[in-house]
């Protein structure tokens, strides 16, 4: 089992940058790729960054590249997304999952076998 910790979310203006961490216990984290994903109200949970077990590898929804950026640190046990330029329609529930079957460009949440609670991003106009 893997429990998964988000935090860093918050109120933002559009423009800004929120960083959100996503931190693990349990079973060893530097066997799992990591992924993000957000839900906003009334909306699909959808997929925005995925990241290798080494962290050599990125993967990123159109919507976000350039714009957001995962990372991880296995000493820590945490995996981040570091968010800028922030617009309105960033606004949803941010979700760290690990261990995808397919691996980390799997966009499917339900390839994801862990989850955090989620952290709520608002970003105003």
């Known amino acids: 089992q893997v429990r998964l910790v988000e935090s860093g979310g918050g109120l933002e203006q559009a423009g800004g940058s929120l960083r959100l961490s996503c931190a693990a216990s349990?079973?060893?984290?530097?066997?799992?790729?990591m992924g993000w994903f957000r839900q906003a109200p009334g909306k699909e949970r959808e997929f925005v960054a995925g990241?290798?077990?080494?962290?050599?590898?990125?993967y990123y929804v159109d919507f976000v590249k350039g714009r957001f950026t995962i990372s991880r640190d296995n000493a820590k046990n945490t995996v981040y997304l570091q968010m800028n330029s922030l617009k309105p329609e960033d606004t949803a529930v941010y979700y760290c999952?690990?261990?995808?079957?397919?691996?980390?460009?799997?966009?499917?949440?339900?390839?994801?076998?862990?989850w955090g609670q989620g952290t709520q991003v608002t970003v105003s106009s």
């Open positions: 990241i290798s077990w080494s962290g050599g590898s990125t």
């Open positions: 349990g079973r060893t984290f530097s066997n799992y790729a």
């Open positions: 999952a690990a261990d995808p079957t397919f691996g980390f460009k799997s966009s499917s949440w339900y390839d994801y076998h862990f």
